[in-house]
């Protein structure tokens, strides 16, 4: 517990108080909430797909279960995934293996800007190139020696900021969530059951 | 060599066939591409992400690499992430961790339509539903004995096809390059640079 997002890093923030954009207030509550009661960090995401025929298909995300209720988005958010010609598509959408880029993408943007805010560092401008390297030899199946995921993605930030919390940056990168659940794994359970008629 | 995506499991398809609304001699030409000449396989695929403030930010994506080449898309992608309210965010779009629950989605799905497609089983509807486990206190840094990511992740495919065939389905979801980065992870390397006057 000796790098977490409290107020032991700001002091007590002035009452509306904002770096880099984040409601620092808002932030704290929900910290302070879960530091009272560690369950309440306990969340579900969640999103359904439907297939589109082809290679295209689209999820909807409506909400999500956090702080012990179930929590609606103010929106619901389509997100749609096609191929390029090459790999048999229309390009109508991102391919998959691009939405997982831009989901790591977001991750550390925000996890950055976020805990940095907690600690008073403060954020000009940011932003990221990510490239992902994969061999389809191992989706097509044409060789089980061959990973079929990316085995090596590289992120660049470029950063607004004064240059001695630059290192420090780098460092609360290493709280996002997509980055941890890419480079540490996670379970994956896949059920296929028969659509009801 | 035993399982990939050749003629072997389908013959000779009929000049313009489709299966699943996929292409195949068009998958296939990529196929048999790459069974002459194996580095065509390898692809580089990118994303460009801006910080908007806060905990808004925007991917774009343009093109990638395979076949040799540079290929651009045939349009420009964008990709909007936000964090909902409880996250200090307005919730105008997709948190990063529901990015990456639809780039599975997207993923499992189009892996397991496109290899039931060369191996001649049709699929007439496919949805899923996905649901996967954070608990924040691992990304708050509340506990370092927590996972700051994914720990498990469920995928609940229904599908309508050949009963006879969907158990064959659930072990062609194995394809899927995203669900084999999370599940065997893949190095992420995060370098931050000063941005330029």
Same mark, same amino acid.
């Given at each position: 517990?000796?790098?977490?997002m ?5 002091? @007590?923030?002035?009452q509306?108080?904002?770096?880099n954009? %984040?409601?620092?207030?808002?932030? +704290? ?6 530091? +009272?009661?560690?369950d ?8 359904? =797909?439907i ?5 295209? @298909?689209?999820s909807? %995300? ?7 209720q ?15 010609? #090459?790999?048999?598509? @229309?390009?109508?959408?991102?391919n ?8 790591? *993408?977001?991750?550390?943007? $925000?996890?950055?800007? *976020? ?18 390297? #994969? ?5 097509l ?5 061959v990973?079929r ?6 992120? =660049? ?5 004064d240059?001695?919390n ?6 609360l ?6 980055? =941890?659940?890419? $480079?540490?794994?996670a379970s994956?359970?896949? +059920?296929v059951?028969?659509?009801? *008629?």
């Open positions: 517990m000796t790098d977490q409290t107020t032991e890093q700001t002091g @007590n923030p002035v509306g108080a904002t770096v954009g %984040i409601h620092l207030e808002t932030l +704290q509550e929900t910290v302070h909430a879960i530091e +009272q009661a560690s309440l960090g306990q969340c579900r995401f969640r999103a359904r =797909n297939w589109l025929g082809g290679t295209r @298909n689209r909807t %995300i409506t909400g999500f279960y956090g702080a012990r179930e929590i609606a988005h103010k929106q619901t958010f389509e997100l749609h995934a096609d191929e390029p010609p #090459i790999l048999a598509g @229309n390009d109508e959408g991102a998959p293996v691009e939405h997982l880029l831009n989901a790591l *993408a977001a991750c550390v943007t $925000t996890s950055m800007v *976020a805990h940095a805010a907690v600690r008073g560092i403060h954020i000009e401008a940011l932003e990221a190139e990510l490239e992902g390297d #994969i061999d389809l030899n191992g989706f199946g044409l060789s089980d020696a990973p995921g990316f085995t090596s993605i590289r992120v =660049n930030f470029r950063v607004k900021a240059a001695a630059i290192a420090r940056l780098k460092q990168a290493g709280y996002s969530p997509v980055l =941890n659940t890419i $480079t540490q794994g994956v359970d896949i +059920q059951e028969p659509q009801q *008629a």
